[in-house]
């Protein structure tokens, strides 16, 4: 597995590396002296556990986390069942063991030094080796190392990792606070914050190994960090820098190589007894930029660096770059204060959604599952993810993959909606916690951003926080948050982040203050908490977008695989215990009345959410990109779903796509006509976020539902300017609909290129759609059966709006939700593996109207 780096950072991070021994054998009277590369071994091998202090040991498959493990053992019920959640509370206020059996064979236990290294430990943990305690853990985002050779023997050696409660364990800490801070008991552990349960996720307060252990052998020298940087970057060439921390044994003479290709560069060094750092330098002429999606290819360079004793090969670490600078400009301006991202010194609209862990149970995450999602966002056009406060720092898997589809990362520290502890052991903790994450993610090209907490600032200046407490507790709690957030933080960022800009709190302003949409970063949520409707989205436009969004219940056969027949009724006991928002319900259904006609059964009620937070959503997005540059990025919430549920995420916990993700797809398309009406003027704006000019053909046709065509212009040679948002028609309503009525109209808007490819198209509606007089249509389907699953053919007579199709197959839509105009003829890709018997049967098919009774 290689070392990933990113080109515009300045400190170190060194993944896995699996390199054979090689041995130099120097001949000398009656010994041998044997020079050898680090091994690494993961320690891959059956593991059992136990409730603590029980009789029975029960097998595990390390990653693990206890609910897994019970759930695997058939000890509890699938906890995402029905209303299970509730009965499985009990497993928090239990400790537990894992332990497991290992060899060292020969090639390790040669080694001078032999070390165990454990990552993931969830949390308070102690390990025994060999009945030997040599670990106690309490962060489940740090590393622990430990040299372990003195208790290895070759064979039987014995892990044992005893877990406390993560509740109980901090009971006594949190008595002994003399206050309660918001947020509770989970300020105390420095454990994912969502485990404790959040309004979209349950609580499962548990433990496990989310990682399997690692052995780690070396004689004379180890490299600790490496880190590829740039020192310059100019057209002709990048000047590049290799950061190296290494630990060792000896003093002596060694060459440092650093190749990529064929090219290499040698210089020569002397190594210091301990831990030092150095560095070398070398060019890459004519580089390669990272670029995000939309801008440029995300290049990348595989770099190896590399010590050698004379001949031999004694130490080497494999990097991958991306070479690009990244810069959060926030300067004053007259409207005051900007917020928006430069990429190799280009400004970038964001796009792009919230990310949250994709499991409450983070051991069964595969590979494949990141690949789907980040392939989501990529092909969504999407060009950034913002890793959200309260769950977890992600797996390496997820910033390679982000480096490799050009998504860039707004990374918040694991800090969200609460106020922390300020004592000496908190703060140690935290500070190695952050000195170990920053070191490991600054490597990564995508990286764009570090952000201290989610809203904690906010919550403690405009949530009634501070009334619960006397002036010397206020200051206290305020005086610890500051530590932290305005001295620790920004130290270890501006020390070690290797240039990667730092932001205290998202968001700068809550909504209650003035300043939230003139500087800085903003959560609007007066859509949804505070029920304005929709439309306040095109009043409310901030600098920066970083949190808005909407409840959506998810695919019908989500809601399916947690429930029973009779569970499947809005207020059920299951559909509560899979609604976390205590108004979410509420909430839905009044927006859904307010803009959509009554509904004829709960399915129907699930269908519609879905198009009722698209339409919503579209909205938000089309004003922030309207308003460009004076808003300059847009992250709806969320992006993905802990467990299944009704929730604000585009994508469910199955990884189904809601209405909304195909929406967003079309919304966030690089060149895009975004319609508006102002003063009875029909206004279509051209919106860019290429580097250069767009000349368009415009479209603009209005029909009835039934077919009429009423008005239909055409406008050549039309230049969308680069990076930029500007009106490029406008037309009266009136007589774009030929005074025909609001309710029986639509207006078809396209843009094409000078070559004639389609780059945007979108149906607009002049009233919301229960004002709509949508007509009963017949929609014909056909399917056959191609190479990479199914292609739907179909028709409707009528406008259809918001044509579902549904099956029971696995696979994936190229399009759903979408509108189909009076004899309009589409054609929809199903992918997947699998082989349908009875293919013309296997797919349903229903619009809007078919919900109205």
Not at 591 to 615: C, G, H, T, W
Request: aromatic letters at 14%; charged letters at 25%; hydrophobic letters at 40%.
């Amino acid at each position: 597995m290689k070392t990933y780096f990113c080109a515009s950072r300045q400190f170190i991070f060194h993944m896995k590396i699996l390199i054979p021994a090689i041995f130099v054998l120097f001949a000398m009277p009656a010994i041998a002296q044997t020079i050898a590369i680090p091994v690494r071994r993961t320690v891959h091998v059956p593991w059992e556990f136990r409730q603590a202090n029980t009789e029975t040991w029960k097998p595990a498959k390390v990653p693990v986390s206890v609910h897994t493990a019970l759930l695997q053992n058939g000890m509890i019920e699938d906890p995402f069942y029905r209303d299970n959640e509730e009965k499985l509370q009990w497993i928090e206020q239990q400790d537990w063991e894992f332990q497991c059996t290992f060899d060292a064979e020969e090639a390790i236990l040669q080694h001078k030094h032999v070390e165990l290294i454990f990552r993931g430990l969830d949390t308070y943990a102690q390990v025994y080796l060999n009945d030997s305690l040599i670990l106690e853990a309490d962060n489940m985002f740090r590393t622990w190392t430990v040299d372990v050779k003195k208790w290895l023997r070759p064979a039987g050696n014995k892990l044992h990792i005893y877990f406390e409660s993560p509740v109980k364990k901090v009971e006594q800490d949190w008595k002994d606070l003399g206050y309660e801070l918001p947020g509770g008991i989970r300020t105390m552990t420095r454990k994912a914050q969502f485990h404790y349960g959040w309004d979209w996720g349950p609580r499962f307060v548990g433990c496990g190994i989310l990682k399997a252990p690692e052995l780690l052998a070396w004689d004379d020298v180890l490299f600790e960090n490496v880190f590829v940087t740039t020192q310059s970057i100019e057209k002709e060439r990048a000047r590049m820098v290799a950061h190296f921390r290494y630990r060792s044994d000896i003093a002596a003479g060694v060459t440092v190589v650093a190749q990529y290709n064929k090219t290499k560069s040698l210089e020569d060094r002397k190594l210091e007894i301990g831990v030092h750092e150095d560095s070398v330098t070398w060019d890459v002429p004519e580089p390669h930029l990272w670029w995000c999606n939309g801008l440029g290819e995300p290049y990348l360079y595989d770099f190896s660096l590399s010590i050698k004793r004379g001949v031999a090969t004694v130490e080497k670490a494999d990097v991958r770059v991306g070479i690009r600078t990244i810069e959060l400009v926030t300067d004053k301006d007259a409207s005051g204060e900007n917020f928006y991202f430069k990429l190799n010194g280009v400004p970038v609209f964001a796009k792009g959604a919230n990310y949250i862990p994709q499991d409450i149970f983070q051991d069964r995450v595969a590979p494949e599952q990141y690949k789907h999602l980040l392939d989501a966002a990529t092909a969504s056009n999407m060009n950034m993810l913002r890793v959200w406060g309260g769950g977890i720092y992600e797996d390496d898997l997820f910033y390679q993959l982000c480096d490799a589809r050009g998504i860039m990362v707004w990374q918040d520290f694991m800090y969200a909606c609460a106020m922390y502890p300020g004592n000496g052991k908190f703060l140690k903790n935290s500070a190695q916690e952050a000195f170990e994450q920053i070191e490991r993610l600054r490597q990564h090209p995508c990286m764009a951003l570090w952000c201290g907490n989610n809203e904690n600032n906010e919550a403690w200046n405009n949530w009634g926080w501070q009334m619960q407490f006397n002036e010397a507790q206020r200051e206290q709690i305020w005086r610890s948050y500051q530590i932290l957030f305005n001295d620790l933080l920004p130290t270890y960022i501006a020390n070690y982040g290797g240039g990667i800009p730092y932001w205290e709190s998202s968001p700068k302003y809550g909504r209650g203050n003035a300043k939230s949409t003139s500087e800085g970063d903003s959560h609007y949520w007066g859509v949804w908490h505070d029920e304005e409707p929709f439309e306040t989205f095109n009043k409310k436009v901030p600098r920066f977008m970083s949190e808005y969004g909407f409840q959506s219940f998810p695919d019908w056969r989500t809601i399916e695989a947690f429930t029973l027949p009779e569970d499947r009724l809005l207020d059920s006991k299951v559909m509560l215990t899979h609604q976390k928002h205590p108004r979410g319900n509420a909430l839905i259904a009044e927006y859904m009345k307010r803009d959509f006609r009554p509904v004829k059964n709960f399915e129907d009620f699930v269908y519609v959410s879905q198009i009722l937070q698209a339409e919503g959503i579209r909205t938000a997005i089309e004003a922030h990109r309207r308003n460009k540059p004076y808003c300059m990025g847009t992250l709806y919430w969320q992006l993905n779903d802990v467990w299944p549920v009704a929730s604000w995420s585009s994508i469910d916990y199955y990884g189904r796509w809601k209405a909304l993700q195909y929406y967003v797809r079309d919304a966030f398309q690089p060149v895009v006509a975004l319609p508006c009406v102002e003063d009875g003027i029909l206004k279509l704006y051209g919106v860019s976020d290429l580097k250069e000019e767009t000349k368009v053909s415009i479209r603009v046709r209005a029909l009835s539902f039934e077919g009429k065509t009423l008005s239909d212009v055409t406008q050549l040679d039309t230049p969308v300017r680069p990076d930029s948002s500007r009106m490029i028609w406008q037309g009266y309503l009136k007589k774009v609909l030929d005074r025909h009525k609001e309710e029986n109209a639509v207006v078809e808007i396209t843009l094409k290129s000078a070559d004639g490819n389609l780059l945007s198209r979108r149906l607009f509606y002049l009233a919301p759609p229960r004002k709509l007089s949508l007509p009963k249509t017949r929609i014909s389907m056909k399917v056959e059966q191609v190479n990479e699953g199914y292609r739907i053919s179909l028709e409707s007579d009528n406008l259809a709006k918001n044509v579902m199709l549904g099956t029971e197959a696995d696979g994936a839509f190229s399009d759903n939700y979408f509108d189909m105009l009076p004899g309009e003829r589409k054609t929809i890709l199903f992918k997947t593996g699998q082989i349908l018997d009875d293919p013309q049967s296997a797919f349903t098919v229903k619009s809007l109207v078919d919900t109205y009774d």
